[in-house]
T-cell receptor, first 111, second 113 residues
Framework: DGGITQSPKYLFRKEGQNVTLSCEQNLNHDAMYWYRQDPGQGLRLIYYSQIVNDFQKGDIAEGYSVSREKKESFPLTVTSAQKNPTAFYLC??????????FGAGTRLSVL | QKEVEQDPGPLSVPEGAIVSLNCTYSNSAFQYFMWYRQYSRKGPELLMYTYSSGNKEDGRFTAQVDKSSKYISLFIRDSQPSDSATYLCAMSTNYNQGGKLIFGQGTELSVKP
C-alpha cells in the first residue's frame, strides 16, 4: 500500500529534551512537508523540502529542525527551544498536480 | 487579515440536509483549490481538487470556485452521520513556488441521525 507513515502515534517530551518525529513515504514524491495543528486551528507549515538535501523554513520554523537525506524520509526534530510543543504534527508529500497527501499524525505532549 | 478565512462553526445539521461550507481568500494568485476532510485525531484526506475556476462534482459532493469573488464552496447533498468531521479548505499558487498550501482553520460539521 502506498502512503505516508508517521511514527510514533503518541510522543511525550520532558523539559529540555529534543524529540524526533518520523515520516516515511513510498509514493516516490519529491516534495515533503511538516505541519503543526493546534485545536480549532488550521494547519501551519513548519518546514518543507522539494528535493533531497534541500529544505526551507515555513511560517513557524523556530524551535524545529529537519533533515532530508533520503527521498523517502523527512524527520522532524522538536528541540528544547520550542517552548510550546504540545500539538498534532502532520507530515505530507506532494504529487505532480500539487495535491498533498497526509500521514495519520503524531500527537506530542509535554510531561 | 488571514490569507484564507473559513467559518469555524461548529455546524450541526439533521441527516439528509444539504450542507454548504465556504472559504474566502485574498491572494489572487491562488490557482489550486482543495477540500480536505479530517476525522477526529486522524490526518486530513483529500475530498475535492479543483484547478483554476469552475465546478466539480463527485457523488454527493460539489466543489465550486469563483475566482472573481475569491470564494470557494463545498456542497454536501443528502448528508450522512458519517460526514461528521472537520472540513479544511486549502489553496496554493504556482506548483513551482514550493507548492505550499494555505489552509483555512476548518469547519467542524456534525450530522445528527
Amino acid at each position: 500500500d502506498g502512503g505516508i507513515t508517521q511514527s510514533p502515534k503518541y510522543l511525550f517530551r520532558k523539559e529540555g529534551q529534543n524529540v524526533t518525529l518520523s515520516c516515511e513515504q513510498n509514493l516516490n514524491h519529491d516534495a515533503m512537508y511538516w505541519y503543526r495543528q493546534d485545536p480549532g486551528q488550521g494547519l501551519r507549515l513548519i518546514y518543507y523540502s522539494q528535493i533531497v538535501n534541500d529544505f526551507q523554513k515555513g511560517d513557524i520554523a523556530e524551535g524545529y529542525s529537519v533533515s532530508r537525506e533520503k527521498k523517502e524520509s523527512f524527520p522532524l526534530t522538536v528541540t528544547s527551544a520550542q517552548k510550546n510543543p504540545t500539538a498534532f504534527y502532520l507530515c505530507a508529500s506532494r504529487d505532480r498536480v500539487n495535491i498533498q497527501y497526509f500521514g495519520a499524525g503524531t500527537r506530542l505532549s509535554v510531561l | 487579515q488571514k490569507e484564507v478565512e473559513q467559518d469555524p462553526g461548529p455546524l450541526s445539521v439533521p441527516e439528509g440536509a444539504i450542507v454548504s461550507l465556504n472559504c474566502t481568500y485574498s491572494n489572487s494568485a491562488f490557482q489550486y483549490f482543495m477540500w480536505y476532510r479530517q476525522y477526529s485525531r486522524k490526518g486530513p484526506e483529500l475530498l475535492m481538487y479543483t484547478y483554476s475556476s469552475g465546478n466539480k462534482e463527485d457523488g454527493r459532493f460539489t466543489a465550486q470556485v469563483d475566482k472573481s469573488s475569491k470564494y470557494i464552496s463545498l456542497f454536501i447533498r443528502d448528508s450522512q452521520p458519517s460526514d461528521s468531521a472537520t472540513y479544511l479548505c486549502a489553496m496554493s499558487t504556482n506548483y513551482n513556488q514550493g507548492g505550499k498550501l494555505i489552509f483555512g482553520q476548518g469547519t467542524e460539521l456534525s450530522v445528527k441521525p
